[in-house]
């Protein structure tokens, strides 16, 4: 088991998750940040620091195509274990729906 960040991140990318992973398993996107599922430890500490509420335990239904997002994106992306900078209009993207199909595969700058 493991925790999946799922499409709300998006576009908001907060970055308060990767302060609190005792892990450090976030790897940053250009706009969104993935777990790595090999990693994840389950603890849970990171679901309620995300203020966009992406992060959801993937025993949830729904969630096959994040979870494989999240495992694909963590492989090449860079690593990220300190909050950077959030995107100026983080707050308008917050809480949209059908934001997938402004995903980036690019990926960030890490740190
Ligand atoms: Fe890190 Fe724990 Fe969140 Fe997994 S559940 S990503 S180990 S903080
Ligand atoms: Fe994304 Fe939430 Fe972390 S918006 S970067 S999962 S704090």
Excluded: H
Excluded at 1 to 14: N, Q, R, S
Excluded at 33 to 42: M, Y
Aim: some cysteine; overall charge negative.
């Amino acid at each position: 088991m493991t925790y999946v960040v799922t499409e709300a991140c998006i576009k908001c990318k907060y970055m308060d998750c990767v302060e609190v992973c005792p892990v450090d398993c976030f790897y940053e996107g250009e706009n969104m940040l993935v777990i790595n599922p090999n990693e994840c430890i389950d603890c849970g500490v990171c679901e309620p620091e995300c203020p966009a509420d992406a992060i959801r335990p993937d025993t949830e239904d729904g969630l096959e195509q994040w979870l494989k997002l999240n495992a694909q994106y963590a492989e090449s992306w860079p690593n990220v274990t300190q909050k950077g900078n959030v995107p100026a209009d983080a707050d308008e993207w917050k809480g949209q729906e059908e934001k997938l199909q402004y995903f980036s595969d690019k990926p960030g700058k890490g740190s």
